[in-house]
């Protein structure tokens, strides 16, 4: 029901920037937060920031005052703008989306969880 796509991934030497982006699409009646999170090879998946409908954005220890979350709610689209990239933040980031759905008999909505397919980042010199 809902589709999420990531993209801007890449590769990029230590220091430097990159912008992720996911969109949502489908069939939903609202995104109720968003977040980041990445998996570095041999390790779980950790949360990186997270944004509520309301409420402040929360960021691991390990990105604050690097990474920017941010959304669009015009274009359903979140961003996770990074700086000072470290050779440890190597890991594939998947976007996750807290989606309200309607019931298509009764309207009422329900959240579900999903998530994107992943998007490599790599910064290496």
């Known amino acids: 029901q809902v589709q999420l796509v990531e993209s801007g991934g890449g590769l990029v030497q230590p220091g430097g920037s990159l912008r992720l982006s996911c969109a949502a699409s489908?069939?939903?009646?609202?995104?109720?937060?968003w977040a980041w999170y990445r998996q570095a090879p041999g390790r779980g998946r950790d949360l990186v920031a997270i944004?509520?409908?309301?409420?402040?954005?929360v960021y691991a220890d390990s990105v604050k005052g690097r990474f920017t979350l941010s959304r669009d709610n015009a274009k359903n689209t979140m961003y996770l703008q990074m700086s000072a990239l470290k050779t440890e933040d190597t890991a594939v980031y998947y976007c996750?989306?807290?989606?309200?759905?309607?019931?298509?008999?009764?309207?009422?909505?329900?959240?579900?969880?999903?998530w994107g397919q992943g998007t490599q980042v790599t910064v290496s010199s």
């Open positions: 996750n989306a807290i989606a309200a759905v309607a019931n298509a008999t009764t309207g009422r909505l329900t959240e579900y969880d999903y």
């Open positions: 489908g069939s939903f009646f609202s995104i109720n937060a």
């Open positions: 944004i509520p409908v309301s409420g402040p954005t």
